[in-house]
Structures are given as structure tokens and as C-alpha cells.
Nanobody
Framework: QVQLVESGGGLVQAGGSLRLSCAAS????????MGWYRQAPGKQRELVAG???????NYADSVKGRFTISRDNAKNTGYLQMNSLKPEDTAVYYC????????????????WGQGTQVTVSS
């Protein structure tokens, strides 16, 4: 089956860094658009960073200048580099990706990762 597998979460002190990975497994031609979301307890899930099929990126105001989204199509993997982490970044982070299954596919299929916990201590 095609699935997105997340990794890289953990516990860090404020000011530290983490790199989240989102690997698409199974038969995949390439990742088109993808995004990273996060959800803290009692809060709505929010879009943190996104990258379009053309490579354009955007970020939530709360993470601009600290987080970087990227994609490696050769590895069918997306990344979220998180620097200068703050306690308010604590949340479960989810990747979302629109995947082009084959060279001849006319549309993409959307998948969600299982989530990875990021905890930033004071």
C-alpha cells in the first residue's frame, strides 16, 4: 500500500532543532504539492508550511524564518527543518502530500502521515 511514514520527532529544549521526514512508500512517481500541519491539545490543526508542485513555499507567520519545508523527489520524501524551537511549537506534526502515482496519472491522490510528536521544553 502507498503510505506516508513520518519520523524525526522528539523532545528538545527551547532553541534546539529537529528535522522531520515524510517518506512516501509504495509505488510512487513523484510528490506534487505537500504540506506540514500541526495540532496541539485543545487546538485546531493548522497549516505550518506548504510547497506547491512548482516548488513555491509558504509558511505560517508563527514559524517564518525558523522552519523550512523541502522535498526530495528522488527519494519521494518531504522534510520540515525546524530551528529555534519554542515551547509553543509543541504539537503533533502531520505531513500531507498529493502524490502522482505514475507517469501517466492524470490526477493526484492525497495522503496523510501518521503524525509525530514534537515537544519543546522550557
Amino acid at each position: 500500500q502507498v503510505q506516508l511514514v513520518e519520523s524525526g520527532g522528539g523532545l528538545v529544549q527551547a532553541g534546539g532543532s529537529l528535522r522531520l521526514s515524510c517518506a512516501a512508500s509504495g509505488s510512487i512517481f513523484k510528490i506534487n504539492a505537500m504540506g506540514w500541519y500541526r495540532q496541539a491539545p485543545g487546538k485546531q490543526r493548522e497549516l505550518v508550511a506548504g510547497i506547491t508542485s512548482g516548488g513555491s513555499t509558504n509558511y505560517a507567520d508563527s514559524v517564518k524564518g525558523r522552519f523550512t519545508i523541502s522535498r526530495d523527489n528522488a527519494k519521494n520524501t518531504g522534510y520540515l527543518q525546524m530551528n529555534s524551537l519554542k515551547p509553543e511549537d509543541t504539537a503533533v506534526y502531520y505531513c500531507n502530500a498529493d502524490l502522482l502515482r505514475t507517469l501517466y496519472s492524470l490526477s493526484t491522490t492525497t495522503y496523510w502521515g501518521q503524525g509525530t510528536q514534537v515537544t519543546v521544553s522550557s
